[in-house]
């Protein structure tokens, strides 16, 4: 199979954002619905669920948007554009990165960046301006291919309890 370039969503934030989660690039069946996460054994939507005390999962994708906006949670991906194969960030190839600089100087509130992966980590922190009063941390990825498992990832994501209130 041929890679194909894809392009990431638009980032899903509000003036008022206090946590962003950064993810690599939407897999092919979150590109084939235009929702973030799409796919069933992704994590994600439990995971930041658990962590605003919020049954995201079983929501429906516009209202888990509005959900995040309410508790100060914006979305985006770390990579514009790349070519891939298939799903997993392994197979990323000749991507852009996004101008994520630009859009953490248009987020005032701002006060804790979180990477939802190693490759999102990777790539993000070097895309990031220095910062001082907003802290950055590395999550484990919420994909099935991390077969860390739900719990380990948890308490890994519950780090994320108290950025949006501060």
Do not use: C
Not at 35 to 62: C, K, S
């Amino acid at each position: 199979m041929p890679a194909i370039r894809h392009a990431s969503f638009a980032p899903q934030v509000a003036p008022d954002t206090r946590l962003l989660i950064l993810g690599s690039l939407p897999g092919a069946r979150s590109l084939a619905e235009r929702q973030y996460y799409a796919h069933p054994t992704n994590q994600f939507w439990r995971l930041v669920g658990a962590v605003i005390g919020e049954p995201l999962a079983m929501m429906p994708y516009d209202d888990r948007l509005a959900r995040l906006r309410a508790a100060k949670i914006g979305l985006w991906d770390v990579i514009r554009t790349a070519e891939r194969r298939s799903s997993s960030d392994s197979e990323i190839r000749a991507f852009e990165a996004q101008d994520l600089a630009s859009l953490v100087a248009t987020l005032p509130k701002l006060s804790m960046i979180a990477f939802n992966g190693g490759t999102a980590a990777a790539i993000g922190r070097r895309q990031l301006p220095p910062l001082q009063s907003i802290a950055v941390i590395d999550l484990p990825s919420s994909s099935a291919a991390n077969t860390s498992g739900y719990a380990a990832k948890l308490e890994e994501w519950l780090r994320l309890r108290d950025a949006p209130a501060q």
